[in-house]
């Protein structure tokens, strides 16, 4: 599956599975939260916009940090990563979720949704229009894809990708281009929200993040559109 991610990614991906919790939670810090936070609130997130009995793909899923919680609030989840070295971990994270090292051996139209959580920055971005050309093909009809990004809007994110060794060929995407991105691949009624706006130190807002979507300074953004 050539247009997932270029050779030089995956064998970073490769180079990094071992350290990457260790060097994930060094780069989140400034937040005040440990990387958990993140991905619960993904999950969070997907159970409000998912039916339970959804078939998800969790696409670039590494080490499995979301995979293995997207799997106590799904019936049927995957999860599909180039790197082997990552998969093999991810495996023993989330032994319930079936996983592929090869989008080719996905069946087509087998998903409701398929969520690539902070995947694409690590895409080349010539790459990124026939990449989520080939992922519409697991879709099924009616499914979703769900991208969740870092705002580049948001100087904190920006700072955080900077100083992060496992992002240093990273290319953040603005909102504009994952709107493109996700009409490009023929989806429908796409979608954005703003999220994740206040640190730990501020946690007493967050209650109030839901009504903050529209407001372009959350750290990251999510994105969905219906085939």
Known sequence: MG?????????????????????????????????????????????????RNTRVLDFGCGIGNLTRLVVE????????????????????RAPRATFYDDLEAIPSESFGAVVLANVLHHVPPDNRAALMTSITRVVAPGGKIVVFEHNPINPVTVKVVRECEF?????????????????????????????????????????????????????????????
Do not use: C
């Open 3 to 51: 247009e997932s991610f270029d050779p030089q990614s995956k064998a970073e991906f490769d180079k990094y599975a071992e350290s990457y919790d260790d060097m994930h939670a060094k780069n989140v810090a400034l937040s005040g939260e440990s990387p958990e936070y993140f991905a619960i609130y993904k999950q969070k997130f997907l159970e409000k916009l998912l039916e």
């Open 167 to 227: 992002d240093e060929n990273a290319v953040l995407l603005y909102p504009s281009e994952t709107r493109r991105l996700l009409k490009a691949a023929s989806m429908n009624k796409v979608t954005l929200d703003y999220i994740v706006f206040f640190p730990r130190a501020l946690s007493a807002l967050r209650r109030m993040e839901t009504a903050l979507s529209w407001l372009p300074m959350g750290a990251q953004y999510a994105a969905w559109g219906t085939k």
């Open 73 to 92: 609030s799904f019936d049927h989840v995957a999860g599909y990563d180039p790197s082997g070295d990552s998969v093999a971990l991810a495996k023993k």
